[in-house]
C-alpha cells in the first residue's frame, strides 16, 4: 500500500531533550516536506526537501533541523525542544502536484 | 505570505451549497485545495493552474481568478461526508525548489 508513515504518533517529552520524529514513504517520490499545524493557522511548512541531499527551508524552519540522506527518508530533528513546539506535526511528499500525508505526531514539550 | 481564506466557518444544512474563498496579496500560479477531516490527515482535491479554468471533483468544484490573485471552492448539494476544514495552498518556486504556503483554513460542518 501506498503511504507515508510517521513514527511516533505520540510524544510527551520535556524541555531541552533532543529527539527524532521519522518519516517514511515507500512511492519513490523525490519531494518531501515537514508541516506543522496549530489552531488558527493552519499548516505551515518547517523544511522541505527536492531530492537526496537537497533541503531548504520553509516558512517556520527555527528550531528543527533535517536530512535526506536516502530518497525515502526525511527525519525532524528537534535539538533541543522548547514549549513553543507543541504542535501536531504532517510529513508529506508529493510527486508533480499532489501531496501525500503522513497520519501526523501530537508532540507535547513541557 | 499566508493566503487568505473566507470565512473562517460555515455550518450547513445536507443539501445546501457553500463557497470558500481563498485570496493572496502575492501572484498566484497554482492554487492546490485540500480537505482535512477531523483527527485525520489532509487529503488532496484538485489543483487549479493559470488559465481561469474551473475543475470539479464529484460535486466539489474550483475557479481560479488569476488575476485578481483569487480562487473560489464550490460545494453543491453538501453531504455530511464534506464536514472537515478546507485548505488552499499555493506553491512559492525559487532557485532551491518549491516551498508550500497553506491558508488558515475553512470549517465546515454539514448537518442532516
Known amino acids: 500500500e501506498a503511504q507515508v508513515t510517521q513514527n511516533p504518533r505520540y510524544l510527551i517529552t520535556v524541555t531541552g531533550k533532543k529527539l527524532t520524529v521519522t518519516c517514511s514513504q515507500n512511492m519513490n517520490h523525490e519531494y518531501m516536506s515537514w508541516y506543522r499545524q496549530d489552531p488558527g493557522l493552519g499548516l505551515r511548512q518547517i523544511y522541505y526537501s527536492m531530492n537526496v541531499e537537497v533541503t531548504d527551508k520553509g516558512d517556520v524552519p527555527e528550531g528543527y533541523k533535517v536530512s535526506r540522506k536516502e530518497k525515502r527518508n526525511f527525519p525532524l530533528i528537534l535539538e533541543s525542544p522548547s514549549p513553543n513546539q507543541t504542535s501536531l506535526y504532517f510529513c508529506a511528499s508529493k510527486k508533480r502536484y499532489e501531496q501525500y500525508f503522513g497520519p501526523g505526531t501530537r508532540l507535547t514539550v513541557t | 505570505q499566508q493566503p487568505v481564506q473566507s470565512p473562517q466557518a460555515v455550518i450547513l444544512r445536507e443539501g445546501e451549497d457553500a463557497v470558500i474563498n481563498c485570496s493572496s496579496s502575492?501572484?498566484?500560479?497554482?492554487v492546490h485545495w485540500y480537505r482535512q477531516k477531523h483527527g485525520e490527515a489532509p487529503v488532496f482535491l484538485m489543483i487549479l493552474l493559470k488559465g481561469g479554468e474551473q475543475k470539479g471533483h464529484d460535486k466539489i468544484s474550483a475557479s481560479f481568478n488569476e488575476k485578481k490573485q483569487q480562487s473560489s471552492l464550490y460545494l453543491t448539494a453538501s453531504q455530511l461526508s464534506y464536514s472537515g476544514t478546507y485548505f488552499c495552498g499555493t506553491e512559492m518556486v525559487n532557485n532551491y525548489g518549491q516551498n508550500f504556503v497553506f491558508g488558515p483554513g475553512t470549517r465546515l460542518s454539514v448537518l442532516p
Open positions: 502575492k501572484a498566484l500560479y497554482s
